[in-house]
């Protein structure tokens, strides 16, 4: 029997904004958990919650209440340097614009998070070019962003996200910039890696086709999962 293992469990969670005296309550009680190498695509209406409830599973924002646990790690009790370096080596980010530093070639961008945590471009040059024949772009490595179509840059902030091996990628509209075309290579892209490295995607979208091809969506409504 094939049992899948639970990577992600979230419990009460809540996020509200304060405007002087004014409370806007964002997220109402979200409770859900993931298993390891699942797609999910978080579905909703703008404004829903949908990109608030990834920047805390991102650990990007800390709630208002609710616990997160990756694993075993109740990660909003770490403190905010444990917090970090724990982001950088467990979680990868792919968001609708890619982010991409203009000055530096696509096998540098790709290795920068890598970089970031104290390893030498050397060290991991050989793992971002692999990433780079991985989505399809091995004779691009040494091209600038603006040398790039707007797919190939995502792609490569795909790559960028994967580089530290990390267990969960969050990914905020990662195809809303791109044509139906290149949206959908993107697609199978995401779905070909889950498979590849058993990672773990989340996915906020309001595209139907990367919709389809999720394990399972999660709908927010008014701050809550419905359905």
């Known amino acids: 029997m094939n049992l899948s293992k639970r ?53 990007l924002d800390r709630p208002t209440g609710g616990t997160v646990f990756y694993d075993s790690v109740d990660v909003f009790k770490l403190d905010d340097e444990k917090l970090a370096k724990f982001r950088s080596l467990q979680i990868g980010f792919v968001f609708q614009f890619h982010h991409l530093l203009p000055e530096f070639t696509a096998i540098e961008n790709v290795a920068m998070p ?25 004779e691009r490595t040494e091209h600038r962003p603006s040398e790039l179509s707007g797919g190939e840059q995502q792609r490569v902030a795909v790559a960028r996200a994967l580089i530290n091996n990390p267990k969960v990628i969050l990914a905020d509209e990662p195809s809303g910039n791109l044509d139906s075309t290149n949206a959908e290579t993107l697609h199978e892209l995401l779905l070909a890696l889950c498979r590849n490295h058993g990672t773990t995607f989340l996915i906020a979208t309001h595209n139907d086709h990367l919709t389809s091809l999720a394990h399972r969506v999660m709908k927010i409504q008014d701050g809550v999962l419905v359905g």
């Open 7 to 59: 990577i992600i469990e979230a419990s009460g969670i809540y996020k509200s904004y304060f405007l002087g005296k004014s409370e806007l309550r964002v997220l109402k009680g979200i409770n859900f958990s993931i298993d390891e190498g699942e797609i999910i695509a978080i579905v909703g209406a703008s404004g829903a919650g949908k990109s608030t409830l990834l920047h805390i599973l991102g650990t």
């Open 114 to 138: 890598a970089m970031i945590t104290g390893k030498k471009f050397s060290e991991i040059k050989g793992a971002a070019t692999k990433l780079l024949g991985e989505v399809g772009l091995s």
